[in-house]
Nanobody, 127 residues
């Protein structure tokens, strides 16, 4: 089992920044690829993903060049730095952990590769 706890959400203005954290406990964090997803009105959307050793990162088109995913395996934590926030970034943000199998490189943007999910943190962007 891997337990994931997100933090860092809150209220921000358009153009502002927030830095989300996801702390992992349980099994070895460095064994897992990590992803960030967001959900609005029941619809889940891929945001970003990072491999175990950080050598590959992916972003959705809507956040590319504004958000940065990173991880610190020594601290068992994955981060999502969100800059230039827009109203449409308002959502509940979830981190997820998944095995980095060969399939992961094709399906990182889908929910299926991820075995463990956090409880989510609300991000609200206002004008």
């Amino acid at each position: 089992q891997v337990q994931l706890v997100e933090s860092g959400g809150g209220l921000a203005q358009t153009g502002g920044s927030l830095n989300l954290s996801c702390a992992a406990s349980g099994r070895t964090f460095s064994n897992y690829a990590m992803g960030w997803f967001r959900q609005v009105l029941g619809k889940r959307e891929f945001v970003a993903a990072i491999t175990r050793n950080s050598n590959r990162k992916w972003y959705s088109g809507s956040v590319k060049d504004r958000f940065t995913i990173s991880r610190d395996n020594a601290k068992n934590t994955v981060y999502l730095q969100m800059n230039s926030l827009k109203l449409e970034d308002t959502a509940v943000y979830y981190c997820a952990a998944g095995r980095q199998t060969s399939d992961y490189y094709s399906y990182y943007h889908q929910g299926d590769p991820y075995e463990y999910w956090g409880q989510g943190t609300q991000v609200t962007v206002s004008s």
